[in-house]
DNA sequence: CATTTGCCTATGTGATCACAAATTGAGCCC
DNA sequence: GGGCTCAATTTGTGATCACATAGGCAAATG
């Protein structure tokens, strides 16, 4: 049966599927090793497999999906290694990202950043590993968004896909209800206008998680 | 008609068709701007849309090809601006590649290097971009897969993708028969161990051609 | 009871088709 | 001569189909 779509005007059917997945996947909302099939992703957005197939392709091609020889697809299941690394790259970048958003961030974005970070408190208070992972890359983005390096936060966002399954995981072993301390220091550096302070600020709250997977 | 493939045992038709794409565009065969069709890419490789449009949503996902609103497809034609940023992702990147490569690397690669950088000076002195553009690479992933780094490296691969087409150009607006400078002081810094040295020379390596845009 | 074998279903791949939208180009009007 | 209109063609999108193969489950075997 062909449908007539109705003229659609906001992006087409594998865009949507695309960002639907990929929000899960960043989100932490699918556990690693987790499997998916086209018929199965068509099946839940009532389309047939053709657009399903795309929007995967497209998430394997970021690393956000794992592809098997057999052509299966599965959220990642990643090595010990590979998670360093991985936080190896967030620091690079973000650190970059960070550093190129300073001279730029004025009250009006600290602010925003406080609010946000309250969210990020209140996840961690009620053990909502989604909605913490979901608001602690919202602080993360709406201050690298000051940086005016489109490319450079995508690639960092493409790193965050990667992690996405792990993170959950990682931090639905956290027990201790920690208030985001380094995005405190984060937000003192930015009103202080100390590079070096925010630089070191945000490598630490990028390998956090990766301390309690070593030590 | 329904072709039956015999039992292709080495990758989809999809994956061949990606390959070759990518390092066409990478190598710097392809003009910024050129569009594709999937029809046309299909005549091409002798197969239908199907694999054709997986294999550029693909390299569109990795930011080597360009899609605009109506869903065409071509190379793209980077602004000023995007590529001052990608040649920072570079240095940001393979600096670090380069300084993690830098304890691994013994007299064989250094040879090897050396050996490939010969193949850099005959390029130039030849005036054949393609071929400068892809010993070039060969160069400094020959150097980076001895950082241990995946992850990292298919990063900076992502990068020299997105560059592909406009290097090309640029490179091709380089008068002077230039031997790779930048080349011999990253195998010096290496045969002394010298890290500062590495990253400085790797720096200016990577930057170079971006001199020539903004001087 | 554990292991293996074999069949059946689930799944991915690629081809083809129908359709809508965009592009192009020729003809026409001012 | 230049700009506009409209139709023909090109092109991407999504659906559906045929096919090969991989995975899983059940029965048979030791």
Same mark, same amino acid.
């Given at each position: ?16 599927? *695309?960002?639907?997945? @990929?929000? !899960?996947?960043?989100?932490?909302? =699918? ?16 389309? /047939? ?5 795309? /929007? ?11 592809? /098997? ?6 959220? &990642?299941?990643? $090595?010990?290694? !590979? =998670? ?30 406080? $609010? =946000? ?14 909605? *913490? =992972?979901? /608001? ?7 201050? *690298?968004? !000051? ?5 450079? %936060? ?8 990667? %992690?996405? &399954?792990? +993170? !959950? ?5 956290? @027990?201790?209800?920690?208030? &985001?301390?380094?995005?405190? %220091? ?13 630089? %070191? ?9 990766? @301390? +309690?997977?070593?030590?």
């Amino acid at each position: 049966m062909v449908s007539p779509r109705p003229s659609e005007v906001s992006g087409s059917a594998h865009e949507r599927i *695309y960002r639907a997945l @990929r929000t !899960r996947i960043m989100h932490g909302e =699918i556990a690693p090793g987790q499997a998916l099939t086209l018929r199965g992703i068509g099946r839940e957005f009532d389309v /047939s497999m053709t657009p399903a197939r795309e /929007s995967v392709r497209r998430l394997v091609a970021e690393g956000a999906l794992f592809l /098997s020889t057999s052509g299966r697809v599965s959220t &990642p299941e990643l $090595s010990n290694e !590979r =998670i360093e690394e991985l936080a190896a790259l967030r620091a690079l970048l973000e650190v970059e990202l960070a550093s190129r958003a300073l001279p730029r961030a004025h009250m009006a974005l600290i602010d925003r950043l406080q $609010s =946000i970070n309250m969210g990020v408190a209140e996840a961690v208070s009620k053990r909502d590993a989604v909605g *913490y =992972i979901r /608001s602690n890359l919202e602080f993360h983005r709406t201050l *690298y968004l !000051r940086a005016q390096a489109p490319a450079m %936060l995508a690639m960092a966002e493409t790193v965050w896909l990667q %992690l996405g &399954p792990t +993170m !959950r995981s990682l931090y639905g072993r956290l @027990r201790r209800t920690e208030p &985001p301390r380094d995005h405190k %220091l984060i937000i003192a550096a930015l009103k202080a206008g100390d590079e070096p302070g925010l630089r %070191l600020a945000v490598r630490s709250d990028v390998t956090q998680g990766l @301390r +309690m997977l070593t030590g």
